[in-house]
């Protein structure tokens, strides 16, 4: 594309030329919604795009950013997710070159000042409210732009076209309904010509239909008469699994099919718990795709599908988001969800969103969309079909009633979404301090800009007079914390109201309350034996709830709560009023809570971020746990992908926030084993991320793009995260026998000889001579440990803490490097339990 740009004319009509010579040439001939947007773009139109899913709207947003190049205007592409931010910096490295592609995403930075930028929706609403109109953005291409109306997000789709009214504008959706309101507003905000392109004409056509027979026998006809990729949508994890499991038992795939998804699995690394179940499934042509999955695990099922080797999918509707599958049908478990308050029908968007997944173009002619019917309505039908025709054995037919709190649904239903547009999209608008303090960051009259920027908003009047006295209370609260002050008069640029502090580059662009961490960090006592974890404990605070584990943990520790409660006798009343304080564990809460408080007064807009003690990454620590051990603990399968998304997330926070002064041999210790952790079990998570911290063009494409397969680097290469790694599985040995837990110990160590009975009979010894094994700071410490390195194995001795402090017991194993390598995590045999 690089050398078309050299060659560009920027009249209108030799850019079209330019842009469909290069598309043809690449095999692409453009269809007439894309022309007809192309034509627009040249000319400078905005452009709001609503065609159907398959229908190429990712070559309009590229023939945009060429047009903007070509005419030396800067050109922004945003979109909801980190995740499709990143695939699109590396699509259009691809098309444009390295040098002319950045992204920002708050977790990263890469070649910020290039001419195309890819970036999360928030990112560009921040620099909107930071440098408004002046901001140097010649365009913007917003994808998935039905955003707009999120209740919790919507807000930063609209701030841009609030804002940057020299910019032009792409909007993109397969679901937008009726923009009418968009194209009179952009018109008379920007002043420029606005291009509705729609199109229900999809390149490959829908057909709809309505199925009472059961799930099973409606998939093998579908196999049966080659109507597969299936992709079977449920709305809830657990439905999906159950779904994928109870097809085993059908004949998917073939022998030989069978022998090929081997063969492409090769060596890939499954884990233990739902890796298990997974590698199960797809070996027989079954997959499952939903969020609470490991990146690698969905990765696998796409890969696998794309390659024709699964016939079904059993997934969450994580399709309408967007899954890289060519799907030939999509089979509708239902037609109502859970949407986090109640159950509830499909919105038509929804559903149309997730029905456009079927039938893709360069695959199908056509797309199958099938809607199963309620299962009582199914068992119904079955039962008057056996009655047959006689009227007395019908009416005798006993009808099974729908179960309690069912929303009903039917063919009706299913009728009036594909007959329906989408729903309207409504304005989504909040007002936070990062808002106010951008606005009054930028020069001019900040009193006139936020009562423009609100008042002129798409809110109805009622919410606009609400965010009008909210940005005033802001406005006073930072007035009253000296964070600003009133210029009377205004300075040479017109300010009336100025910052009195330095806030950071990124301010509300990356972790908003990492400034409040590096602030906590000072009261902590670096002397302390809990130094490093207490660390982790302020980082985890700042981060998002992962609501799953937490309460995964909560039900946990009232489960162990209870038993302690009957153990001592106390009531059943009693117990429930104590329990109601049983939360998930809160390190450092009232240290946290109290200097939370303290740094508002003077850093007001931290109140917009609630802090959230919790202890994920830290418990997992100090159980010393494997990754798969932590997510059978907690009975977490299910979600062992967001688990593992916040164990990232808490290593990019620390590896960001914590600075040199606070990274005591003990921090840089668990920072390491930490993303050591992360990188074994799914090294695509860090991977991209280190990448994108280095950036390397490599042959014209940057590199960091994920890889395709699952390859770790071998586990012993990071010898400090290594060493972690042997200290915490062999303290995990110390808590049980601490525990006099042999059950869970032979579970271990038998097939090493060690088993239950062999651990009891090696410490009772030690028990005849101490009361107790320490498991304290002290214990787990590098002191107790000694290591002796060969080539192929380490020699470890692991010392108990005992009472008296003589320090002469302990046990000793032998860590073997090639196995561990293969396993992503030490592998060690016990060989001797005893005193010195």
Same mark, same amino acid.
């Not at 584990?549 to 209870?562: C, N, T």
């Not at 074994?680 to 991977?687: I, W």
């Given at each position: 594309m690089t050398s078309y740009l050299n060659a560009a004319d920027p009249d209108p009509d030799a850019l079209y030329d330019t842009f469909t010579t290069w598309a043809g040439e690449r095999g692409f001939d453009l269809y007439p919604a894309q022309q007809e947007a192309l034509i627009e773009l040249v000319s400078g139109s905005h452009v709001i795009l609503s065609t159907p899913t398959g229908s190429g709207k990712s070559m309009v947003a590229v023939a945009a950013h060429f047009a903007a190049l070509a005419d030396g205007r800067r050109t922004f592409y945003t979109a909801p997710l980190k995740a499709l931010v990143s695939e699109k910096f590396f699509a259009l490295i691809d098309i444009f070159g390295p040098e002319n592609v950045g992204m920002m995403t708050g977790d990263s930075s890469v070649n910020p000042s290039a001419p195309i930028i890819c970036c999360t929706a928030e990112i560009l609403a921040n620099i909107a409210l930071r440098d408004g109109a002046a901001a140097d953005v010649g365009q913007v291409?917003?994808? +998935?732009?039905? &955003?707009?109306?999120?209740?919790?997000?919507?807000?930063?789709?609209? %701030?841009?076209?609030?804002?940057?009214?020299?910019?032009?504008?792409?909007?993109?959706?397969?679901?937008?309904?009726? %923009?009418? &309101? &968009? *194209?009179?507003?952009?018109?008379?905000?920007?002043?420029?010509?606005?291009?509705? %392109?729609?199109?229900?004409?999809?390149?490959?056509?829908?057909?709809?239909?309505?199925?009472?027979?059961?799930?099973? *026998?409606?998939?093998? +006809?579908?196999?049966?008469?080659?109507?597969?990729?299936?992709?079977?949508?449920? &709305?809830?994890?657990?439905?999906?699994?159950?779904?994928?499991?109870?097809?085993?038992?059908?004949?998917?795939?073939s022998r030989a099919q069978r022998d090929r998804i081997a063969d492409e699995i090769g060596g890939f690394r499954f884990s233990s718990g739902f890796g298990k179940v997974l590698s199960r499934l797809v070996r027989h042509g079954i997959g499952v795709h939903h969020a609470g999955m490991l990146p690698k695990y969905r990765r696998l099922v796409e890969r696998l599908t794309q390659a024709g080797l699964l016939k079904v999918v059993c997934g969450t509707d994580t399709l309408g988001v967007g899954i890289n599958v060519p799907i030939r049908t999509v089979v509708f478990s239902g037609l109502t969800k859970y949407d986090g308050v109640r159950m509830r029908q499909l919105s038509a968007r929804e559903f149309h969103q997730i029905a456009g997944r079927a039938?893709?173009?360069?695959?199908?002619?056509?797309?199958? !969309?099938? %809607?199963?019917?309620?299962?009582? #309505?199914?068992?119904? +039908?079955r039962a008057l079909a056996k009655a047959g025709d006689d009227p007395k054995k019908r009416r005798r037919v006993v009808r099974k009633k729908p179960p309690e709190g069912f929303v009903s649904w039917g063919e009706s239903t299913m009728q009036r979404l594909i007959a329906a547009d989408p729903e309207p999209l409504s304005s989504s608008f909040e007002v936070s301090h990062a808002m106010v303090l951008g606005v009054i960051s930028r020069p001019g009259d900040a009193f006139a800009a936020m009562r423009k920027l609100l008042t002129d908003s798409h809110e109805p009047s009622s919410r606009i007079r609400a965010h009008v006295s909210g940005a005033i209370a802001i406005y006073r609260a930072l007035l009253a914390a000296d964070v600003v002050e009133r210029l009377d008069p205004p300075d040479e640029t017109g300010r009336t109201v100025r910052l009195t502090v330095d806030l950071q580059p990124d301010f509300a662009l990356n972790q908003p309350l990492s400034p409040f961490a590096l602030a906590a960090f000072d009261l902590l006592d670096p002397e302390s034996p809990t130094h490093a974890p207490d660390v982790l404990s302020v980082v985890e605070a700042t981060l998002d709830d992962p609501r799953q584990?937490?309460?995964?943990?909560?039900?946990?520790?009232?489960? +162990?709560?209870?038993a302690a409660m009957k153990a001592d006798g106390i009531e059943y009343d009693e117990r429930m009023e104590l329990l109601e304080d049983v939360t998930h564990p809160k390190p450092l809460e009232e240290l946290l809570a109290a200097a939370y408080e303290i740094y508002r007064q003077s850093h007001p807009w931290v109140a917009d971020h609630e802090l959230s003690p919790k202890s994920v990454a830290r418990d997992l620590y100090e159980r010393a746990m494997s990754f798969g051990e932590y997510v059978a603990f907690y009975s977490l399968a299910r979600s062992e992908g967001l688990v593992l998304r916040y164990l990232a997330d808490a290593y990019r926070a620390l590896r960001q926030t914590v600075p040199e002064e606070t990274r005591t041999d003990d921090v840089a210790d668990l920072i390491e084993?930490?993303?050591?952790?992360?990188?074994?079990?799914?090294?695509?998570?860090?991977? #991209?991320?280190?990448?994108?911290?280095?950036?390397?063009?490599?042959?014209?494409?940057?590199?960091?793009?994920?890889? !395709?397969e699952n390859t770790p680097r071998p586990i012993t290469e990071n010898r400090r995260a290594f060493l972690v790694g042997i200290r915490n599985t062999l303290f995990r040995r110390v808590e049980l026998a601490a525990r006099r837990d042999w059950p869970a110990l032979g579970s271990l160590d038998s097939d090493s000889g060690w088993d239950a009975n062999a651990w009891a009979d090696a410490l009772e010894p030690y028990f005849d001579e101490?009361? $107790?094994?320490?498991?304290?700071?002290?214990?787990?410490?590098?002191?107790?440990?000694?290591?002796? *390195?060969?080539?192929?194995?380490?020699?470890?001795?692991?010392?108990?803490?005992?009472?008296?402090?003589?320090? $002469?017991?302990?046990?000793?194993?032998?860590?073997?490097?090639?196995?561990?390598?293969?396993?992503?995590?030490?592998? !060690?045999t016990i060989t001797d339990v005893g005193a010195l």
């Open positions: 291409v917003m994808d +998935e732009f039905h &955003f707009y109306a999120d209740p919790q997000r919507g807000w930063a789709w609209q %701030v841009p076209l609030l804002e940057l009214t020299n910019a032009q504008f792409l909007l993109m959706s397969a679901t937008l309904g009726d %923009v009418a &309101f &968009f *194209e009179k507003d952009l018109m008379r905000r920007t002043g420029r010509e606005v291009a509705v %392109v729609m199109s229900s004409q999809r390149p490959v056509p829908l057909t709809y239909s309505y199925s009472r027979e059961p799930t099973h *026998e409606l998939l093998a +006809e579908l196999l049966s008469t080659h109507r597969a990729p299936v992709y079977v949508v449920h &709305f809830t994890q657990a439905a999906a699994i159950e779904r994928a499991q109870a097809l085993v038992s059908v004949n998917v795939a039938g893709r173009a360069g695959y199908d002619t056509l797309g199958e !969309v099938i %809607v199963q019917a309620p299962e009582h #309505e199914i068992e119904n +039908e584990v937490l309460s995964a943990q909560q039900h946990k520790a009232r489960g +162990e709560a209870i084993w930490l993303g050591e952790l992360v990188r074994q079990v799914d090294s695509s998570l860090l991977d #991209e991320w280190e990448a994108l911290r280095n950036p390397v063009a490599v042959d014209g494409v940057g590199a960091g793009a994920a890889p !395709v101490h009361a $107790d094994i320490g498991i304290g700071p002290d214990a787990r410490s590098g002191a107790l440990l000694i290591v002796t *390195e060969h080539p192929d194995r380490w020699a470890v001795r692991q010392i108990l803490d005992d009472p008296a402090g003589d320090h $002469d017991w302990g046990f000793t194993a032998a860590v073997d490097l090639a196995e561990s390598n293969a396993a992503g995590h030490p592998v !060690v």
